[in-house]
């Protein structure tokens, strides 16, 4: 029976692994948060599963973690700062927040010797190229402290697969979106619009341009780059699409899923990038992960209407 560890499991990415591993009797799930960013409400479905463990505590407490983790199989790691504009005004969060937290848990799977590492990182890792696509070659040079940490936190990761024997699969997402998000372009637009559907701010110009993956595909892409990886100690996957779309073409994806009748008022601000370290244009290709089986359910598009009909509800 795999015992897996979720560091971060009630937010909106954890919550999603949470539910779709416990859809498997063999499994059992802890789920390990602070509830900073997640919610109880996120692990309803599970809530009276005896086979999900909720431990409410903070990564931070090395001491806390080391004593829970033990026992466990395979850990998901998604604790991190999840609102990445945050950084913008207060830099040292994806510090604290991030790379301090992914030291901290290899650092209590070497002491309580759990094996297998699941890291959430993210395609900020590669910085600004422009139209260039991105593979897992491709090279890393980050614009942003959240694009710093995840790298950082990749490091540590591969150190500690030479030094002390873990095997760990790194996933470097696209923009994921779905149900239970709680910051990010699409619920921000739904959250504006049912507040003052007349107008509509838009951080930078509008034609930042991205992949945006649903929940649904990335959990099932890091089970299958999990499971690829264990007769080696380390690899790195992106996690994508493969097609793009542009912020304004989610504004108006906003509209259509409101039902609004008069479009509102476009306002922009900030030039081409939303906040200080974004990425305004991200090209990234997960053929590497395709070609060992996994496929994208969704296009992008698809991903964001899927994800604003799910968070209509819940805003």
């Known amino acids: 029976m795999p015992k897996f560890f979720i560091t971060g499991g009630a937010g909106f990415i954890g919550s999603h692994f949470c539910n779709h591993l416990l859809t498997d009797p063999n499994n059992t799930v802890t789920v390990y948060d602070n509830f900073s960013s997640g919610h109880t409400w996120h692990l309803s479905e599970n809530i009276e599963n005896p086979n999900l463990t909720i431990i409410n505590n903070d990564v931070a407490n090395l001491?806390?973690?080391?004593?829970?983790?033990?026992?466990?199989d395979i850990v998901i790691h998604l604790a991190s700062n999840p609102d990445i504009a945050a950084a913008a005004n207060n830099p040292q969060i994806d510090f604290y927040q991030g790379t301090l937290l992914t030291n901290n848990v290899v650092e209590a799977m070497r002491q309580a010797n759990v094996p297998?590492?699941?890291?959430a990182s993210g395609s900020g890792v590669y910085g600004d190229l422009g139209e260039i696509e991105a593979d897992e070659q491709s090279p890393t040079r980050p614009i942003s402290t959240y694009g710093a940490s995840k790298l950082a936190g990749e490091a540590l990761i591969q150190s500690y697969t030479h030094m002390f024997g873990l095997t760990a699969a790194i996933f470097r997402f696209g923009n994921v979106v779905g149900a239970r998000q709680t910051h990010?372009?699409?619920?921000?637009?739904l959250r504006r619009l049912k507040s003052d559907p007349t107008k509509l701010r838009i951080l930078g110009d509008g034609n930042q341009s991205k992949t945006y993956v649903h929940v649904t595909d990335v959990v099932k892409a890091v089970i299958h780059g999990g499971e690829h990886v264990q007769n080696r100690k380390y690899d790195i996957f992106?996690?994508?699409?493969?097609?793009?779309?542009?912020?304004?073409?989610i504004a108006q994806a906003a509209i259509s899923t409101l039902g609004l009748e008069t479009k509102p008022k476009f306002t922009y601000s900030g030039g081409k990038r939303g906040w200080s370290g974004d990425v305004p244009v991200v090209r990234l290709s997960s053929k590497k992960l395709n070609a060992a089986g996994w496929s994208c359910s969704r296009t992008s598009l698809e991903a964001i209407t899927a994800s604003l009909r799910s968070m209509l509800s819940e805003i």
Do not use: M
Not at 116 to 119: A, M
């Open 116 to 119: 297998k590492l699941w890291y």
């Open 63 to 72: 001491p806390a973690l080391v004593a829970a983790i033990t026992d466990h």
């Open 184 to 189: 990010g372009v699409g619920f921000d637009f």
């Open 238 to 249: 992106n996690v994508s699409t493969g097609d793009y779309i542009t912020v304004n073409q």
